[in-house]
């Protein structure tokens, strides 16, 4: 537990609109399914909420924000500061002329993906795969089967940590393979997609397609994070894990996926400890095997429990 600064809070910021919540679990908002409270927990109803809230919110402060939690682990100490989450009032999508589509950051990739196809907009059908919502893919450059978001955006909006508003047009946002170089500080709210038009059947049997691979390839219906380590340059990382004897290894309640061995499964009673343990001996197994250095692509929140 830490200790409750919500009072203090909401006595500097009487206009705020938002839930503020001390001591909140998180557990439940990440796909692992493991980890401690955050301090103090925010959902703000909308970008002008937020935007007032971290302009008021104390510079030593510090500020987490989370989507759907599918590619986070939060360590078992849980998150000192304050944890944003995006809600309702990031969740319209919009088609618009010259077959572009409009979201909010809370709205899940897959409505996205849904909204386009059902306009007959093709080209952003990749997203039916990714389990996150669109704050996180922006954050990620989240991609599968070929696409990743920085072919389909065309700009973003976010708020800094002075709770000031900013336009990202696609080269602000330094995109590489899951990573952005727009500022860390930065919580993303909206994105504007650009799509091409396409034949709303043929989009729908590309995504039923997708589904199909999915659920035949990954543990998509366990506690997992999606692919643990970035693809090596020159390897996949699920092949220098393989090759190195981890695929099944466990700690603890955490394995490594039988079905997919760049996933880590929470078989249960993992905690955020045993996860990360066990990410850290597949590195260090994988570099004693080939020489290669994986680099973690699920992002960890948070502090170890003393
Ligand atoms: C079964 C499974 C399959 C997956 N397959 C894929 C795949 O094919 N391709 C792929 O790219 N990923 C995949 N992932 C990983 C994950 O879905 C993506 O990284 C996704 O984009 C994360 O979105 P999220 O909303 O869950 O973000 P979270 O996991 O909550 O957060 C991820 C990061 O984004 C940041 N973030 C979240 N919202 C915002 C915001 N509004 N503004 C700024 N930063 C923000 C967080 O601070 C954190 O650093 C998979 C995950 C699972 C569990």
């Known amino acids: 537990m830490f200790p409750d600064i919500v009072p203090d809070l909401k006595a500097k910021m009487p206009q705020l609109r938002g839930r503020l919540l001390p001591n909140q679990p998180l ?3 990440t796909w692992f399914r493991v980890g401690g409270p955050a301090q103090v927990l925010f959902m703000p109803e909308d970008e002008a909420d937020l935007a007032s809230f971290l302009g008021a919110l104390p510079a030593e402060i510090p500020v987490t924000v989370i989507g759907l939690g599918s590619n986070l682990i939060v360590r078992d ?3 000192p500061g304050v944890v944003i989450r995006l809600g309702r009032g990031f969740g319209d999508v919009k088609v618009e002329p010259g077959a572009r589509v409009r979201a909010g950051t809370g709205v899940p990739d897959v409505k996205v993906s849904r909204a386009a196809q059902e306009a007959g907009i093709a080209g952003l059908a990749f997203f039916r795969g990714i389990p996150g919502a669109i704050g996180g893919a922006l954050r990620m450059n ?6 990743e978001t920085k072919d389909a955006l065309i700009e973003a909006r976010g708020v800094d940590r002075a709770g000031r508003v900013h336009v990202f047009a696609n080269g602000d946002m330094r995109y590489s393979y899951r990573h952005c170089g727009a500022p860390d500080d930065v919580i993303f709210t909206a994105a504007l ?6 034949d709303p059947e043929k989009i729908a049997a590309e995504m039923d397609k997708i589904t199909e691979s ?3 390839t990954q543990p998509i219906k366990s506690r997992t994070g999606g692919s643990t380590f970035k693809n090596p340059p020159g390897h996949k990382a699920w092949q220098v894990i393989d090759a190195a ?3 099944g290894l466990k700690v603890g309640g955490a394995q490594v996926s039988e079905m997919h061995c760049n996933f880590l499964i929470n078989l249960g009673g993992a905690t955020a ?5 066990l990410g850290e001996t597949v590195r260090t197994r994988v570099k004693e095997n080939s020489g290669v250095e994986l680099e973690w692509e699920i992002k960890r929140i948070g502090v170890r429990s003393s």
């Not at 997609?193 to 396409?198: A, K, L, T």
């Not at 400890?273 to 343990?277: G, K, L, P, S, Y």
């Open 214 to 216: 999915r659920e035949a």
């Open 77 to 79: 100490g849980g998150v």
């Open 273 to 277: 400890a045993d996860i990360e343990t």
């Open 27 to 29: 557990a439940e908002l």
């Open 245 to 247: 004897g981890c695929r």
């Open 142 to 147: 989240g991609g599968a089967y070929g696409r």
């Open 193 to 198: 997609f650009q799509g091409e038009p396409g």
